[in-house]
């Protein structure tokens, strides 16, 4: 079992694992209990817990990132009881071990469930994220290069459109080159013209 591996199901509490999914819904196992259910899709969304975002001051990070936090602060600051402990207390606790967590979106229930799904996955063995940082890296890598060719192409495209813009007045000023030669030209042809009917 993996961290990958792990829903949440709405209207149902804890966690589960998916075995297996079907058109109209998903078979799960709960982490703890460990009894294995077929959740209907009509009736609940289940959720990848990896795909799992919190807000933050900044940019919004993935969950595993605020788990990896804690679990890093265990050394030094005791785990919060989510069940037992006041507001404030789960306040304070997670200006402490995640201070870039944004308190205005991330309300004490989003804590509270924080702290409950990280016991659970405690207790299953589930906190080893580094496959996941190391996939993560990966695929940021791949989108930058996936951006790459796309940037080179406008860039190109912007040349191309500069070197368009430089053409078009030397073309004006050709053609009105032209103009003038030709009404140069023409000119004395009419006075030629003009003094031979006089003559006459």
Known sequence: MEYREIVAVTGIGGLFQLLSTKSDGAIVRNLTDKSTKFI??????VTPIESIEIYTIEENVRLHVVLQAIK?????????DGKKADNQTIKTYFKTVFPALDEDRVYVSDMK????????????????FDNLNVQETAEEAEAIEEAAPAKKAKAKKVEEATEIAEEKPAKKAKAKKAVEENASEE??????????????
């Open 72 to 80: 890093d602060s265990e050394k030094t600051i005791a785990l919060v």
């Open 113 to 128: 469930k924080m702290l409950k799904w990280y016991e659970l996955l405690k207790a299953n063995d589930l906190l080893n």
């Open 40 to 45: 209907p899709a009509r009736v609940h969304n």
């Open 187 to 200: 000119a004395p042809a009419k006075k030629t013209a003009r003094k031979k009917k006089t003559e006459e």
